[in-house]
């Protein structure tokens, strides 16, 4: 079992007293500023009534995700924040005066806290620094070699590190063409549950392999990408900041809050908080597939900025590097909080072209964890977001998970047990979303949103079979690649402009497999169709399929439509 640092190593490694109180295990002096004389709390929560037409108001505003029973929606006040909440006119309330009492407050009452239950996979007695999640990254692989593979990403973050995930599939480094499942976390600094959830879920699938049936066969058949941390320097930034909520001793307040990457666009610093307002870009408002619209900002110093163009930040040009070279099925993105499962659109109420499919699993897999279902725009409106991007650029079965009910609760008090609750969430979604339905196990007990959206037995996305032959007929070993460029539609306001002034940007899949020794393959593949093509009317967007060996090569254009199983036949190369 992963262990983390005793509340004793980390107090003395912060060189504070045993006395401090902790916050998810970061250390913080005790008491708020407005506690002790300080001046103002520094960050507030408010409730705000605004409607589906006034909702653009709010968007340089930092949200929490936390949407009330009667629509109204939180937001998290910043220095500044509660001046820019009374221009827009909208109704609200504070309710939470002081967010950095109330969250000492609950952990002092938490701490240490763990509900009865065993010992989950990956659990630890703290959150995970961004060390010791690449620490258990590399433990994992050196331990199960034939089934893990840590693996970098091609783009740097802004401050130099390197984004890893793991790899996780029987006989891992064969590169063939099983179903793919990708789940990441972080893409908000201070979300720190989300890094845990991924994780946890590499550690339940090879230390419970050989063991659990169902992890077994999905580990079998399917190849799972998990990146618990795609916004290192956020996390980072969040996860190792020593608050001093009295002012004295440490400059950096309400660090632990932080929202964004590190970007600097070169802003004088705050001298409450250094870097607010002065860095930082929202990864989960820069995905390129509606970039640039409502619920998001063009300016610097939001907690909601979108970035200069799509794709600007490096963090999410590791996310649609995956999404490119992998023919993804379904993934979750995890987030925190609200207790939600979401899915596309989140700038538009309209239907998805795989309407029943998307919201059945939807619905089936919120009724094994008890989250509320329902499509991201009842949330509220937001743009350029991953599982928008996912869904309609790929074709991916994309959901987001936020979990608890606060940014980072106090570890021994929730996250063993969040695990708890959602695992059934994820293996549903792996094993529905992703398998075949030859493959899926047997003997499970299904929800009924699986029967009553008709989606029993289906595939859900396409398979490409075939065998390369030499002009005599004879099987060949080769490589496939399988290509397709595309545009991808950015946001368009009433004049059909966008804030870069194009209508969108280029995008393409691009992946490779090899084939068995006897030449032939089993390719499983996202629709050649792109979502949003479908939507404007545009069909038999053709695959390019090139297969090669030594000198030899052919090529073939495949339609490829959800639920499709092509027989290619043999491939003649010449």
């Known amino acids: ?66 949407l009330f029973p009667d629509g109204s929606i939180e937001l998290l006040l910043w220095p500044g924040d509660r001046s820019k909440l009374d221009a827009t006119g909208l109704r609200y309330e504070i309710t939470v005066p002081d967010l950095i009492a109330r969250d000492l407050a609950e952990d002092a009452r938490l701490a240490g ?19 010791e999640m690449d620490a258990d990254l590399d433990d994992l692989a050196s331990r199960f070699p034939d089934k893990a593979r840590v693996f970098s990403l091609p783009h740097k973050s802004h401050e130099g590190r390197t984004v890893r995930g793991i790899e996780i599939a029987s006989n891992v480094s064969k590169r063939d063409g099983r179903p793919v499942f990708y789940m990441d976390g972080i893409h908000h600094s201070r979300e720190w549950p989300a890094l845990e959830m991924p994780i946890m879920f590499a550690f339940d699938l090879l230390e419970s ?26 996390f980072h930034f969040s996860r190792s900041a020593l608050v001093d909520v009295q002012g004295v001793g440490h400059p950096a307040i309400g660090n632990a809050y932080w929202r964004k990457n590190r970007r600097n666009d070169g802003h004088a610093l705050d001298a409450l908080i250094p870097g607010y307002g002065a860095h930082g870009v929202d990864p989960n408002r820069n995905h390129a597939y509606g970039w640039g619209g409502d619920g998001s900002s063009g300016s610097t110093s939001s907690d909601t900025y979108r970035g200069p163009s799509p794709l600007s930040e490096p963090e999410n040009r590791n996310v649609a590097h995956i999404l490119r070279t992998h023919h993804v099925a379904a993934m979750i993105t995890h987030h925190t909080s609200g207790r939600l499962v979401l899915w596309a659109w989140s700038w538009a109420s309209d239907d998805l072209v795989d309407q029943q499919l998307i919201e059945g699993l939807g619905r089936a897999i919120a009724s094994r964890n008890g989250y ?3 499509k991201s725009i009842q949330l509220y409106i937001h743009t350029g977001v991953l599982v928008d991007h996912a869904y309609g650029a790929f074709g991916t079965i994309s959901y987001t998970f936020e979990h608890a009910t606060s940014f980072h609760p106090s570890y021994a008090s929730t996250v063993p047990s969040m695990y708890t609750q959602n695992r059934e969430s994820f293996l549903l979604l792996a094993e529905e979303g992703v398998l075949p339905p030859e493959l899926r196990p047997e003997g499970r007990s299904l929800p009924a949103q699986i029967e009553q959206f008709g989606l029993t037995g289906k595939l859900h996305h396409a398979v490409l079979t075939g065998r390369l032959v030499d002009g005599d007929g004879n099987p060949v070993t080769g490589t496939l690649d399988l290509h397709q460029d595309f545009d991808v539609r950015l946001w368009r306001d ?54 090669q060996t030594g000198s030899l090569s052919a090529a073939v254009d495949v339609v490829a439509n959800r639920g499709d199983v092509l027989d290619l036949g043999d491939i003649q190369l010449a």
């Not at 065993?118 to 961004?130: D, I, K």
């Open 494 to 547: 009433g004049n059909g402009a966008n804030p870069t002034g194009q209508p969108s940007v280029p995008d393409a899949v691009d992946t490779t497999i090899d084939t068995e020794d006897d030449g032939t393959f089993t390719w499983h593949v996202n629709p050649s169709t792109r979502p949003y093509l479908r939507l404007a009317g545009v069909d038999d967007v053709p695959y390019r399929l090139t297969a």
């Open 209 to 234: 392999y050989g063991t659990d049936p169902r992890i077994t066969n999905l580990v079998d058949n399917a190849r799972i990408l998990i990146v618990p941390c795609m916004n290192p320097d956020g």
């Open 372 to 374: 509320t279902p329902q």
């Open 1 to 66: 079992m992963s262990k983390g640092l005793t509340r004793r190593e980390l107090l003395r490694r912060a060189g504070v007293t045993a006395g401090a109180l902790t916050l998810g295990k970061i250390p913080l002096a005790a008491g708020p500023a407005s506690a002790t004389g300080g001046g103002a709390p520094l960050l507030q929560l408010a409730r705000v009534w605004a409607t589906a037409k006034t909702q653009h108001l709010l968007g340089e505003l930092d949200e929490t995700h936390t």
């Open 113 to 131: 806290v763990r509900p009865p239950g065993p010992v989950v996979p990956g659990e630890r007695t703290a959150y995970r620094t961004l060390a």
